[in-house]
């Protein structure tokens, strides 16, 4: 009996050293497990976050702001507090819906997750400076699909009055000539431009929004619109082009620039001699940034003096009213 007691507490003092020589390899395992877990968990909320992030976007583009800022902030506040990129885009939202203190909460924590500097504008949005190229090319990719019908009312179609009275004011034209539309948005101009110009032209677009580029065989499936499309800025453009055109024509496709005069004058150098020059813009009292549709609008009388100024000789000069969709001044030019 003795002999078994020892044997018995021998076993015991056996079992209890080896749990201890073990202890480790089973915290150890514990440990990785638990850190299994984690690592399974964040992955599961970076998914979350990822997929939050594209819906929130999905919707910025799709101008349900609502719903994009609840994606965002789910994202700032419970999913990666302080996420740069959630921030940014609530920087986005803000501007678009003229709450300019917000943007620049947001945009000043989304830090150099602003790549393209949003926040520097926002600071200066009321000091009339030009937008800066990629603030223009985001905010025209987002509200791409509204130039559906921004120049159409009941009773004025401004792409078919601005073709018509350049057609009316044309005087002579080589048998083959060049077109170049700034700002070809959707398409809208080009379209009665293929129309309603006589034969024998080619015609180029510049268009800085990929989203518009996209939209213009979906708005106009029966026709290709464009020889060349080229995807740039209008300002870079004008600046860089070396080819001259027969006529350059816009559909308010340099509302980016506060102050028109180097736009001009660099328009005035790619025209050919005795080539026209026709566009139109939005036309207000004073040139003013709409803080709605972050395009500037125009004074007409300046406009005339600009172009003056320039060396266009203004043939057509007319304002027109698009009922609740504001007013617009059509200028065809010649050199």
């Known amino acids: 009996m003795i002999k078994n007691l020892f044997l018995s507490l021998g076993n015991a003092t056996k079992s209890f050293f080896s749990g201890l020589i073990n202890m480790p390899a089973c915290i150890m395992t514990q440990i990785a497990k638990i850190k299994k877990e984690f690592d399974f968990l964040h992955y599961r909320l970076?998914?979350?976050?990822?997929?939050?992030?594209?819906?929130?976007?999905?919707?910025?583009?799709?101008?349900?702001?609502?719903?994009?800022?609840?994606?965002?902030?789910?994202?700032?506040k419970f999913l990666d507090p302080n996420n740069k990129e959630a921030n940014y885009w609530l920087g986005w939202i803000y501007l678009l819906k003229a709450n300019y203190k917000q943007s620049i909460i947001h945009l000043t924590k989304a830090g150099d997750g602003d790549q393209i500097n949003l926040l520097s504008f926002v600071k200066s949005v009321d000091s009339n400076l030009p937008i800066p190229n990629a603030v223009h090319q985001i905010h025209r990719d987002i509200m791409a699909d509204l130039f559906i019908d921004k120049f159409v009312s009941d009773t004025i179609n401004?792409?078919?009055?601005?073709?018509?009275?350049?057609?009316?004011?044309?005087?002579?034209?080589?048998?083959?000539?060049?077109?170049?539309?700034?700002?070809?948005?959707?398409?809208?101009?080009?379209?009665?431009?293929?129309?309603?110009?006589?034969?024998?032209?080619?015609?180029t677009s510049?268009?800085?929004?990929?989203?518009?580029?996209?939209?213009?065989?979906?708005?106009?499936?029966?026709?290709?619109?464009?020889?060349?499309?080229?995807?740039?800025?209008?300002?870079?453009?004008?600046?860089?082009?070396?080819?001259?055109?027969?006529?350059?024509?816009?559909?308010?496709?340099?509302?980016?620039?506060?102050?028109?005069?180097?736009?001009?004058?660099?328009?005035?150098?790619l025209l050919q001699t005795s080539?026209?020059?026709?566009?139109?813009?939005?036309?207000?009292?004073?040139?003013?940034?709409?803080?709605?549709?972050?395009?500037?609008?125009?004074?007409?009388?300046?406009?005339?003096?600009?172009?003056?100024?320039?060396?266009?000789q203004i043939l057509v000069t007319k304002e027109f009213s698009l009922e609740i969709k504001n007013n617009y001044s059509i200028f065809v030019c010649i050199k």
Do not use: W
């Open 46 to 76: 970076k998914n979350i976050t990822t997929s939050n992030m594209d819906l929130g976007i999905y919707h910025v583009y799709n101008r349900n702001y609502g719903d994009a800022i609840f994606r965002f902030k789910l994202i700032d």
């Open 158 to 203: 401004l792409p078919k009055q601005l073709v018509l009275e350049l057609s009316a004011a044309i005087s002579k034209l080589p048998e083959e000539y060049t077109i170049l539309e700034l700002g070809s948005n959707i398409g809208l101009l080009g379209y009665e431009i293929n129309k309603r110009m006589q034969d024998k032209f080619t015609l």
């Open 206 to 269: 510049v268009e800085i929004s990929n989203s518009m580029i996209q939209l213009q065989p979906i708005c106009f499936p029966e026709q290709k619109l464009y020889d060349e499309i080229v995807h740039t800025p209008v300002n870079s453009f004008l600046e860089e082009s070396k080819q001259k055109y027969d006529i350059i024509f816009s559909m308010y496709g340099f509302s980016f620039e506060a102050d028109l005069q180097k736009i001009f004058d660099n328009v005035f150098l």
């Open 275 to 312: 080539g026209y020059f026709a566009f139109a813009v939005r036309s207000t009292a004073n040139d003013t940034l709409s803080n709605q549709t972050l395009e500037f609008s125009y004074n007409h009388k300046q406009l005339e003096e600009q172009l003056t100024k320039s060396g266009f």
